[in-house]
């Protein structure tokens, strides 16, 4: 049996906060520069050169991508043969986040209750979920997220005999509802299927799957790029000002559900979709 220490989820965790916020993703990179050739807009075309001016002074600068940076979500798959020693893997967790949100400088946005509304200080809590795995490796995704966009997600408690039209449906009446709102060119994370927190859970999941990467189903495949093209036809462009950039990239995911049940959930993401993988 593998063992490792607490203390390298703590320097990871804090390690991957910082650059989650500091650079985008290589799959979202290249799409946006992909998309600006696309753009039929001047005025989109602009606002997507704005967008890559600002990763590439981020990266020089090393300062966050986007003053919001975001609730952290940490995803942890945890090798049921490995031996994790030290302190509790939450607290190392949190404390990960801790020193990454105060030793990287980034903006603290968490509050200790929802009606309190009183700061913490050190962006913690983060938003842990674990997942028991085979095998003795332990894997971390941290996804920080930002509340313009999340603001503008939606989960909807479907019938059976709504069917794929009513999934359709609501993807694009939350893309439409989301408008400017949501700091578009977006990224959407889709998830069909479970009960309620997991279609919601689905939907934020496939947030950190690389949106140059469709699923693996070939339905579903279908459905991501029939989506894309429909939702980039609905004219909202760059920044909410036209054009046919209104998404980057959806991805969906579906687990089994109840026969009496068609729950969706779809989690919006503004173009800075955050999300670092490491496997320890």
Do not use: W
């Not at 650059?19 to 050739?37: F, G, H, P, R, W």
């Not at 939702?231 to 990239?249: E, F, K, R």
């Amino acid at each position: 049996m593998r063992t490792i220490h607490t203390d390298e989820i703590i320097k990871n965790i804090s390690e991957m906060c910082i650059e989650a916020n500091l650079y985008l993703s290589q799959d979202v990179t290249n799409t946006m520069i992909q998309a600006k050739k696309n753009e039929k807009s001047p005025l989109g075309c602009q606002i997507l050169r704005q967008l890559e001016e600002n990763m590439e002074i981020a990266a020089a600068d090393q300062i966050p991508i986007c003053q919001d940076t975001g609730m952290a979500v940490v995803f942890i798959d945890i090798g049921q043969e490995l031996h994790i020693e030290g302190i509790a893997v939450e607290d190392a967790v949190n404390e990960g986040i801790r020193r990454g949100y105060t030793e990287g400088y980034l903006r603290k946005s968490v509050v200790i209750d929802p009606i309190l509304r009183e700061n913490t200080k050190d962006n913690t809590p983060g938003i842990i979920h674990y997942r028991i795995v085979p095998g003795e490796r332990l894997t971390l995704t941290v996804a920080p997220k930002g509340f313009g966009s999340e603001n503008m997600s939606r989960i909807y408690m479907l019938k059976p005999s709504d069917g794929l039209h009513g999934v359709k449906e609501a993807i694009i009446n939350t893309v439409k509802d989301a408008g400017p709102n949501a700091c578009p060119p977006m990224v959407i994370g889709v998830g069909i299927g479970g009960d309620f927190e997991k279609c919601a859970l689905l939907a934020k999941q496939a947030l950190t799957r690389d949106i140059d990467q469709h699923s693996e189903i070939p339905y579903v495949k279908e459905l991501e790029i029939e989506m894309l093209d429909k939702i980039n036809h609905l004219g909202i462009g760059p920044a909410g000002l036209g054009g046919s950039t209104t998404a980057l990239g959806i991805n969906i995911n579906v687990y089994p559900t109840h026969i009496a049940g068609l729950p969706i959930a779809i989690n919006i993401c503004c173009h800075v979709a955050r999300h670092v993988k490491r496997t320890l």
